[in-house]
């Protein structure tokens, strides 16, 4: 993960995603990748993705065409894909590892932020956050652990949320992304 630390080589689309900034073509030059960057800090951007420019002041991102900088096509580009920093859902109502995503929330819990904070910041819901961190192992509650093993004990999700009164919903949320359940 590439960390920038001066805003005078990037420029701002919206919000907290910024792009470095081209640089002239040298000759001969086919394209250049400038990278997608969150802003974690005031002075602190992680690259999160890439693109290409060509020399003709298109942008592609796995070869698709998304516009010049200044085309309409770009910022809306740009702001169905990074707007908030969401995480995509797929088909089966689970959602999937976005590593740029769960990189941006276990830097920030590392810096000491709040999951509430945490929250607020990348514009995922609290219990996504918690979800996210306890993947990735930086989390764990009395309620998490006690989920855990009720179900590594055999129970299923009904018998789960009858034990400890809590909607299926809720359950889910104290476990990480990819558990297994029955």
Avoid: H
Avoid at 19 to 33: C, H, L, S, V, W
Avoid at 85 to 105: K, R, W
Avoid at 122 to 129: A, D, G, N, R, W
């Amino acid at each position: 993960m590439s960390v920038f630390n001066n805003k005078n080589t990037l420029e701002q689309l919206f919000g907290k995603i910024w792009i470095t900034r081209p640089m002239d073509f040298a000759n001969g030059e086919k394209y250049q990748n400038i990278n997608i960057c969150f802003q974690s800090t005031d002075e602190e951007f992680i690259a999160i993705d890439y693109m290409r420019l060509e020399p003709d002041g298109v942008y592609y991102k796995k070869n698709k065409r998304i516009g010049k900088f200044d085309d309409q096509s770009f910022k809306k580009y740009f702001e169905n894909e990074y707007g908030g920093l969401m995480i995509q859902q797929n088909s089966t109502s689970e959602y999937q590892e976005d590593g740029a995503v769960f990189d941006i929330v276990a830097k920030l819990f590392g810096e000491g932020k709040s999951l509430k904070s945490i929250a607020k910041e990348t514009s995922i819901s609290e219990q996504k956050v918690r979800k996210i961190l306890i993947t990735k192992g930086f989390y764990s509650s009395e309620l998490s652990n006690k989920i855990i093993s009720l179900f590594e004990s055999g129970m299923t999700i009904t018998d789960v949320q009858k034990e400890l009164k809590l909607t299926r919903g809720a359950v889910t949320s104290y476990l990480p992304y990819g558990f297994e359940i029955k």
